[in-house]
């Protein structure tokens, strides 16, 4: 009997302080795991500048004559490798004009070498000796008494005329030989012509966008295709003239892809590297372009990037650091549930800075350091959640 007396009484002061006990306090003592007291981070400020992901190399193929597309070699998105054929253009009429020009290459050889055959007979057997003479006698008669006459009265020449001989024959030689080197350049812009007939694939890469089909005809300068190496890739980005100094080739920033899209704040980000500074600022919007290289396999080409760029400039000042997980996203707008005096969440708006290294993110305004915030609400939690509603917990 005295043992249940003495076991009732110790019971007793626990029903008691249960009874007394209000909700919303066996609530705090249940989630209070989940609620994280906001904390002050110093760092340094930065801007958070919009870029866009472009490949490491991209060219733009040109017809560069005119004609009609026979072959194309695949469509959007197939790769090719270095020195592989993309697109051909028909070139049948090049083709008839090379084998018209080869056929004068050839005469103009054989006349070549024909005044070559002539000099050499002018130099060792000269038309100035073995001519006849002006008085038609035999020419035993008139190599003996003809000739050396006519020499001795000054009526004929026969060391000019073998001067003359010979520069005529060189003179013929020279023009064989003009023909010929005007007929071999013309033979080297016909075969360069045949080669811009066929777009050939400059490096390792895929077609990104095709302009034409085959059977398209196509006029000097018409683009036919972009070409692209996108297994490196780069963010392109237009930071302001200012936060030039705090930059230099080699340094390893932030910054993420397509953010709002990944539904959580900070599932893209990733490290970038200072690839290429532009030299030149631009004189009109007074920005400076910085190419950053971003991981491998992280982005795809065209897709929006924002680079967070520090701002050596600004005064430190200190922001509230949050963990990720609080963050919930009303839309595109991100919010956080602040735990009121009464324990209550309300959802309020905030405005994410950079993430930090440790996993948290930064919150430029929306927080106070001190606020109790929940770090990972349910889908049961809703803005006025009141002790009532928090009965079934």
């Not at 400059?202 to 000097?220: S, Y």
């Not at 600004?314 to 922001?319: E, I, Q």
């Amino acid at each position: 009997m005295g043992k249940t007396i003495n076991r009732a009484l110790l019971v007793a002061p626990l029903l008691l302080a249960c009874a007394l006990a209000t909700p919303a306090m066996l609530h705090a003592a249940v989630a209070a795991d989940d609620v994280y007291v906001v904390k002050q981070a110093e760092g340094l400020p930065t801007v958070s500048v919009g870029g866009t992901v472009i490949p490491y190399k991209e060219v733009t193929m040109a017809a560069q004559i005119p004609g009609r597309i026979k072959y194309l070699a695949g469509i959007e998105g197939d790769a090719f490798a270095r020195d592989e054929l993309l697109v051909a253009i028909d070139d049948s009429e090049l083709t008839a004009q090379r084998q018209a020009l080869l056929a004068q290459i050839a005469t103009a050889d054989a006349q070549l070498r024909n005044a070559g055959v002539q000099f050499n007979r002018e130099l060792y057997a000269p038309r100035a000796r073995s001519s006849p003479g002006g008085m038609g006698v035999p020419n035993l008669f008139d190599q003996f008494f003809t000739r050396p006459m006519e020499d001795f009265i000054g009526d004929r020449n026969q060391d000019a005329e073998l001067s003359a001989d010979l520069f005529a024959s060189n003179t013929q030689i020279q023009e064989a030989r003009n023909m010929m080197m005007r007929l071999q350049a013309e033979l080297r812009a016909l075969d360069s012509k045949l080669r811009d007939a066929r777009a050939i694939a400059p490096f390792d890469g895929v077609v990104v966008k095709k302009f034409i089909e085959v059977g398209d005809t196509v006029q000097p300068g018409q683009p036919l295709l972009n070409f692209a190496d996108i297994e490196f890739l780069q963010v392109e980005v237009d930071i302001p003239a200012r936060l030039r100094p705090g930059l230099r080739e080699g340094m390893m920033l932030r910054a993420e892809l397509d953010v709002q899209a990944q539904g959580t704040v900070g599932a893209g980000a990733l490290p970038v590297r200072v690839a290429q500074i532009f030299p030149m600022a631009d004189p009109q919007r007074h920005t400076v372009k910085v190419k950053f290289d971003l991981p491998q396999g992280m982005a795809q080409p065209g897709m929006y990037a924002k680079v967070l760029v520090p701002d050596f400039n600004a005064p430190a000042r200190v922001n509230p650091v949050i963990p990720r997980s609080a963050i919930r996203f009303n839309g595109s707008l991100p919010g956080v549930y602040v735990l009121d005096e009464q324990g209550n969440p309300q959802l309020r708006l905030v405005r994410i800075g950079e993430p930090t290294p440790n996993g948290n993110v930064t919150i430029l305004s929306g927080l106070r350091a001190g606020e109790n915030i929940l770090t990972n609400p349910g889908p049961d939690v809703a803005t006025g959640w009141s002790r009532e509603s928090g009965k079934g917990r």
